[in-house]
């Protein structure tokens, strides 16, 4: 886990490893996959608003300067950024 949580600090899509709410689940059975496992955390987003969008405390949604429409690719930034 530490290099995806390495990945995550290095794109910058999280602030801080402790602060993420990071979690991991799966099961490690003889002969279980590896497709299939689950992590999840809180990431930083340039949607203001939606479904799973949690107001950040620092700023004002309404004092942005540009909000837009569509989300980073996490997938890809992320990508570029595991070894």
Not at 5 to 15: G, Q, R, V
Not at 32 to 60: L, T, Y
Not at 62 to 78: A, G, N, T, Y
């Amino acid at each position: 886990m530490d290099r995806l949580l390495d990945a995550l600090e290095k794109a910058k899509l999280i602030e801080n490893r402790n602060e993420c709410s990071f979690s991991v689940c799966g099961r490690t059975d003889k002969g279980v996959s590896g497709i299939c496992q689950v992590v999840s955390f809180v990431s930083r987003s340039v949607v203001a608003e939606g479904v799973g969008v949690i107001e950040d405390s620092g700023c004002r949604i309404s004092e942005r300067q540009e909000i837009p429409d569509k989300e980073m690719d996490f997938v890809s930034i992320l990508n570029r950024n595991l070894p």
